[in-house]
């Protein structure tokens, strides 16, 4: 089969986690398009918001020279990020609640300030607006992800894998995200990979060591489950196995018109909406 990047199903870290969860929460964040606007839909939640937030001050810093990265304070950054998910574009039910979720993002970027660790060093910037590679040709897969940041190791030649949490729960061990990392870094740039990290900056000064996964079973997982999204479309199958979950039902209320539409996300065109009452803030963890 010629390589057609228009016809390829394209998986990444979010669409895999979604399709893991349900069927049909895969469909409703990654195929269905509203009619009225040919566009995708997203549910806003304050969680994602903050992520949001502090992921765009971080990756500002990667594309900076290591002696500017710092010369402005990442707390101005971070009020004109803020403004973005602001009020109900953050998903926020009142000013009480933004606050305690912009508090939230102010001291982790303060944490960076006073703890830069791998931040001081050069970083290495992937030169795709989305990082992607052919993951199966023969079945027309494209994996695709934006890693947080790569710490360029210069005794080696070689990087150093490090994402940024703003969640309170710790990544799952069963986690696909460091395996999607690994496999694209591997395939997106030159240099080798030498080993990988969490920074939980909700609570840590410095970052969390994570062995790096073997590429193989890396590659050889995530195709099998991209395998089964494959089939999935092909046979449009999308039920809920508990006919209405956790995952789905938030988008299928959004679909009933009962959400609130609040924008256009700039990066992937979604029509971004929100359910207010319906956030569960504290147990939501963001994915970027």
């Not at 069927?23 to 409703?28: H, I, S, T, W």
Request: proline share 5%.
């Amino acid at each position: 089969m010629a390589k057609d990047k228009f016809t390829a199903i394209w998986v990444s870290h979010s669409s895999i986690s979604d399709f893991l969860k349900c069927p049909r929460a895969y469909y409703l964040n990654n195929v269905y398009k509203d009619p009225k606007t040919g566009h995708k839909i997203t549910l806003m939640q304050s969680a994602l918001a903050l992520g949001q937030a502090v992921h765009d001050v971080i990756e500002s810093l990667s594309i900076l020279p290591v002696e500017q990265r710092f010369n402005e304070s990442l707390l101005v950054k971070f009020d004109s990020a803020w403004k973005k998910v602001s009020g109900k574009k953050g998903g926020f039910e009142d000013e009480e609640q933004e606050s305690r979720y912009k508090k939230r993002g102010a001291t982790m970027l303060r944490r960076i300030m006073e703890h830069p660790g791998p931040l001081k060093n050069r970083a290495v910037k992937i030169h795709k607006e989305l990082p992607n590679y052919w993951l199966s040709e023969e079945d027309n897969l494209i994996l695709c992800g934006k890693v947080d940041w790569l710490e360029y190791l210069p005794d080696k030649d070689s990087v150093h894998i490090i994402d940024f949490k703003t969640g309170k729960s710790e990544e799952k061990p069963n986690s696909l995200q460091l395996p999607i990392y690994h496999l694209l870094v591997h395939h997106c740039q030159k240099r080798k990979v030498e080993k990988s990290s969490f920074w939980y900056l909700e609570r840590n000064n410095e970052i969390t060591p994570v062995e790096l996964p073997d590429l193989q079973k890396s590659h050889d997982d995530v195709l099998k489950i991209a395998k089964k999204i494959k089939v999935l479309r092909q046979l449009s199958h999308y039920k809920c196995p508990e006919d209405g979950c956790s995952a789905c039902l938030p988008l299928e209320k959004i679909v009933r018109g009962e959400g609130e539409f609040v924008g256009v996300n700039e990066f992937s065109r979604r029509d971004t909406y929100i359910l207010l009452r319906n956030i569960q803030e504290e147990n939501t963890s963001s994915v970027l």
